[in-house]
């Protein structure tokens, strides 16, 4: 693909002109947004090279500092590999340099499905070496040759075919979304990985039919490690976290927060719909209108596992994730162990700028009912246990293994 100086200007004008107007923050996270562009402006402007010119745009909105931030063009060729793998990187330090560790590997995700594992190290994407600072992204809807270095120091040379992802303007592979079990001592597990759609109510179906297997279970803990993001689906899972209506928190536009609000006036949203055909409905109700809305639990009644509840974070659980946990958190329904989460906390939106190119940008801000923010900054857990690849390597999972020891004193 080539991209002309002409368009490449135009492109640059408009992405500029729409992080201007539609940022949800008019103060740009405290950057001086004006002032960075026309920094970068004469070196974006004067590559050629149209996958060069993709990843220094991404780089300059970056700088805004902010999650759900970026730039990418329609065909995919850059998607982050927690994305298009469904699997989660950490840098590792080895005896050859700096590398990316592979950490939660979700079932049923192309990096799964093509038998890497927790510990690998990335070693070459498409023949090129991986480069080590900066996230690993991979092209969907094509075959990728990747070499990765298993522990042992064996190199495999694997070709992972990566997915079309259902929707471009936000592009992932599905791993496996919901998966749950009954552990000895009527301890029951559920780990969700992502819930994919903007209201997802595929997902509350299999929240349903895990809390039904899990019925029984007096004990309850909830696996949002590496938990990738989605949409509204988790109001189910929340849902069955208390038996109460509690408000969960409320999203602010940019439009909103210029305006003035009081969060008790702000649109709510209570239910998930009962099945797709009511989704026209919903869309009437919050049409037209700002998309500044309070959340509020479902209120799905008694469970026997309330009141003994642990949540297993890493800082990788993101988005949706990180609202299951900051509303058990402020309620106190869960315990809350693991790593501080991944602080990436907003509502992300994608607009065109032309050319088949679209910059991601937070369109709104996220606020606990007590008025807390998590951007930036993660949530900590009440039981702060770091991830052992030790552990990992003598196959057992040392997080999970600490949440079992919380559990059973509750």
């Not at 693909?1 to 408009?14: C, G, H, P, S, Y």
């Not at 970056?62 to 590999?81: A, I, M, Q, Y």
């Not at 209108?289 to 309070?294: C, F, K, L, Q, Y």
């Not at 930036?376 to 949440?403: F, M, T, Y």
């Amino acid at each position: 693909m080539e991209i002309t100086n002409t368009q490449r200007a135009a492109v640059f004008d408009r992405t500029c002109k729409t992080v201007q107007e539609k940022y949800f923050d008019p103060n740009f996270n405290g950057r001086n947004w004006p002032e960075l562009a026309g920094a970068n402006k004469e070196k974006i402007l004067q590559t050629e090279d149209a996958e060069e010119f993709e990843i220094l745009m991404h780089r300059l909105v970056r700088e805004l500092g902010t999650s759900h931030t970026g730039f990418f063009h329609r065909s995919l060729r850059r998607v982050p590999g927690r994305l298009a793998l469904g699997a989660t990187f950490r840098q590792h330090q080895t005896s050859n340099g700096l590398r990316w560790m592979f950490q939660d590997v979700h079932e049923g995700g192309p990096a799964h499905a093509s038998g890497i594992a927790p510990l690998d190290l990335l070693v070459e994407i498409n023949h090129r070496p991986a480069d080590p600072s900066e996230q690993p992204s991979f092209p969907m809807g094509a075959v990728t040759s990747i070499t990765i270095e298993k522990p042992h120091g064996r190199q495999v040379l694997l070709k992972i075919r990566i997915p079309k992802p259902r929707w471009r303007h936000q592009p992932y592979a599905e791993p496996r979304t919901v998966s749950f079990a009954e552990l000895s001592g009527h301890i029951g597990y559920l780990k969700t990985t992502i819930a994919p759609g903007l209201l997802g109510l595929d997902v509350a179906r299999e929240f349903d039919a895990a809390m039904t297997a899990l019925r029984n279970c007096e004990r309850l803990i909830v696996d949002l490690r590496g938990y990738l993001g989605g949409g509204l689906g988790v109001l189910r899972l929340m849902g069955y976290l208390t038996p109460h209506k509690l408000p969960i928190g409320y999203s602010i536009t940019r439009r909103r927060a210029e305006r003035g609000y009081r969060r008790e006036e702000l649109k709510r949203f209570e239910r998930l719909p009962a099945n797709k055909l009511a989704i026209p409905l919903v869309a009437l109700r919050y049409a037209g209108r700002d998309e500044s809305v309070t959340m509020v639990s479902e209120g799905l009644g008694p469970q026997r596992f309330h009141g003994r509840i642990v949540m297993l974070v890493n800082e990788h659980t993101a988005s949706a994730g990180e609202m299951v946990c900051a509303f058990a958190t402020e309620n106190k329904l869960a315990t809350v162990v693991g790593t501080p989460t991944a602080g990436r906390l907003l509502g992300g939106k994608g607009f065109r700028v032309g050319h088949g190119y679209l910059v991601v940008l937070p369109a709104a801000a996220f606020f606990t009912w007590q008025g807390k923010s998590f951007e930036g900054q993660g949530i900590l857990p009440d039981v702060l246990v770091e991830w052992s690849p030790h552990a990992v390597q003598e196959g057992r999972d040392n997080q999970l293994e600490k949440a079992l020891e919380v559990i059973k004193s509750l």
